[in-house]
């Protein structure tokens, strides 16, 4: 299987995020990526390519101009208005209370408003090379993409900052721009296919659901944590449908924390099914292994080798598939995660690697 990556990630480089008000250790760091190259690398089956530049216009046709806009100018004017911070935090947020019923949304000049304005939390820091690295990512996703349209039974795209929270008009969840959104629409508008999302990442992908919840080109199915208990908290239950032309191309599949291999396979087995049954070759999978029993952030107990399973199981279904890299923070199992996920999608049995260091790739540009 072909692997888009590019050292451009480095660029966003965090060391801590805020979370209840209070700074911690980032979670969504270089390493994580770059564990995973390491593994795939020493495997020796998946060799790696760069990502071709795609320009802006695959991600208007997603998110809000003013989105790419704003990311776009959000260090460059931090630094002209003289904000000595390591990084970029709203100082405030545009929330549905401080309007109500009044017709008001001006987007703030200054840098600190204009991040609450587009911002969905504080655990998304902006640095200075965030930008570069965000669209890095969408081109690495489309990369991916047009190698299984070229002929490519599944591609693999390496993305990192993830995207699977980004929405329209609003980055958050340690996602900037949604490269998943991005390449099923992509994908749609060039094969002229319907297209399916599976989201197997531990967190509910509020940002896709939004995107595409009044359309139905593209069916998306996520098997995630409860949102009672776990973020985003406000989108992820069963009865969130679509709506409009969209209804019915929604579906949610949140579990119980603690959740086991077979519970996690049995869930798998039904959101397989309801993909079977949406029209289209095509598979974009949201890929996450925070669903891991050891992620610091999460609480579902799933294994490496049931990774081996899930990914034998959706590649049996039988479609092409572009699979891009979301979340997952036990830093140390992501790469054997990823080789077993990888391994099962190409039908090959999973032997772990002796446990080894890695080392990242270039310098931080």
Request: a negative charge; hydrophobic letters at 40%; charged letters at 20%.
């Amino acid at each position: 299987m072909r692997v888009v990556y590019t050292p451009q990630h480095l660029a966003h480089d965090i060391a801590s995020e805020t979370i209840m008000g209070l700074p911690v250790p980032a979670n969504e760091v270089a390493e994580r990526a770059e564990r995973i190259r390491a593994a795939l690398e020493a495997d020796g089956g998946f060799p790696l390519q760069g990502p071709e530049a795609h320009g802006a216009e695959p991600i208007t046709a997603v998110h809000d101009p003013g989105l790419l806009r704003f990311l776009a100018e959000a260090w460059p004017q931090a630094r002209r208005e003289a904000i000595d911070r390591p990084a970029l935090i709203p100082e405030g947020f545009a929330a549905r209370g401080y309007f109500q019923e009044m017709a008001i949304a001006h987007e703030p000049k200054a840098i600190s408003g204009r991040a609450g304005y587009w911002a969905l939390d504080t655990s998304t820091p902006i640095v200075a090379g965030t930008y570069a690295a965000a669209r890095a990512a969408v081109d690495v996703a489309l990369t991916a993409a047009d190698l299984v349209l070229g002929g490519e039974r599944a591609a693999y795209g390496l993305c990192r900052p993830p995207g699977h929270h980004a929405s329209r008009s609003m980055y958050g969840g340690y996602c900037f721009f949604n490269n998943a959104a991005i390449a099923a629409d992509w994908l749609t508008k060039r094969s002229g296919e319907r297209v399916a999302i599976l989201d197997v990442d531990f967190h509910h992908g509020n940002g896709t659901q939004q995107i595409f919840w009044r359309r139905d080109d593209v069916l998306y199915v996520s098997i995630h944590g409860d949102p009672d208990r776990v973020y985003p908290y406000f989108s992820g239950w069963t009865d969130e449908r679509g709506e409009g032309s969209g209804t019915g191309t929604n579906v949610n599949v949140p579990l119980p924390a603690g959740t086991s291999d077979d519970e996690y396979l049995a869930a798998l087995d039904r959101s397989l099914d309801a993909i079977a049954h949406f029209p289209g070759s095509l598979l974009v999978v949201s890929l996450g292994f925070d669903t891991y029993a050891l992620d610091p952030i999460s609480d579902f107990a799933v294994t490496t080798p049931a990774y081996h399973e899930i990914g034998r199981r959706v590649a049996a279904l039988g479609r092409r598939l572009v699979i891009l890299q979301e979340g997952g923070y036990h830093r140390p199992s992501l790469g054997e995660n990823a080789r077993a996920w990888l391994r099962g999608a190409e039908d090959r049995e999973f032997d772990p690697l002796p446990a080894a260091g890695f080392t990242p790739a270039g310098t931080k540009v």
